[in-house]
């Protein structure tokens, strides 16, 4: 059973900074790896997928990379709307999410 | 437009039954793997069940195997989660989400998520 280690738990930054979120797997993992964020009251919805590619209608400044069992998504310049809990997934497995905070 | 839309959660007794649905519309629902996945009042997302786009294949997480039956009706683009034997651990927030697969033992992509349905458990 693969489980899924994000860090940190709680990132702290201002908008315009650069957020890098880790997902670390517990073995070797195919990289079908994908990141999903949500918002308070809402539903998760789909960033990137198979480690490094954007979902449909997801801006530029979110990335993804990684193989093996480390993984990262990062947010080149954080706006408003992406403060947020993200989850990085891969089969049955989710990471218990990063809270990414106004500073 | 992909919409994906759950009802019938609601309050639940320890050792009875609910019965979720999520209405599908936008897409060829028959081509696409469906999953539940709940997420617990606060916590985490946890993956629950998958059936393949034929309906002929399901798995369980082993938190629910047993308990819970994931179904489909095609000719209505419904998926559903049977709920048996509700323990307290399973009061969450359900969603469905079409998967990018048609099928597999487990979840790949879930490339779209409705907006949950409530469910608690208590006496």
């Known amino acids: 059973e693969i489980v899924l280690t994000q860090s940190p738990a709680t990132l702290s930054l201002s908008p315009g900074e650069r957020a890098t979120l880790s997902c670390r797997a517990s073995?070797?993992?195919?990289?079908?790896v994908a990141w999903y964020q949500q918002k308070p009251g809402q539903s998760p919805r789909l960033l990137i997928y198979d480690a490094s590619n954007r979902a449909t209608g997801i801006p530029a400044r979110f990335s993804g990379s990684g193989s093996g069992t480390d993984f990262t998504l990062t947010i080149s310049s954080l706006e408003p709307e992406d403060f947020a809990v993200y989850y990085c997934q891969q089969r049955r497995a989710f990471g218990q999410g990063t809270k990414v905070e106004i500073k | 437009e992909v919409q994906l839309l759950e009802s019938g959660g609601g309050l639940g007794q320890p050792g009875g039954s609910l019965r979720l649905s999520c209405a599908a519309s936008?897409?060829?629902?028959?081509?696409?793997?469906m999953s539940w996945v709940r997420q617990a009042p606060g916590k985490g997302l946890e993956w629950v069940s998958i059936i393949s786009g034929s309906g002929g294949s399901t798995y369980y997480a082993d938190s629910v195997k047993g308990r819970f039956t994931i179904s489909r009706d095609n000719s209505k683009n419904t998926l559903y989660l049977q709920m048996n034997s509700l323990r307290d651990e399973d009061t969450a927030v359900y969603y469905c989400?079409?998967?990018?697969?048609?099928?597999?033992?487990?979840?790949?992509?879930?490339?779209?998520w409705g907006q949950g349905t409530m469910v608690t458990v208590s006496s």
């Open positions: 936008g897409f060829s629902f028959r081509t696409y793997a």
């Open positions: 073995q070797t993992v195919s990289s079908y």
């Open positions: 989400a079409r998967d990018a697969r048609y099928s597999g033992s487990n979840p790949s992509t879930m490339v779209s």
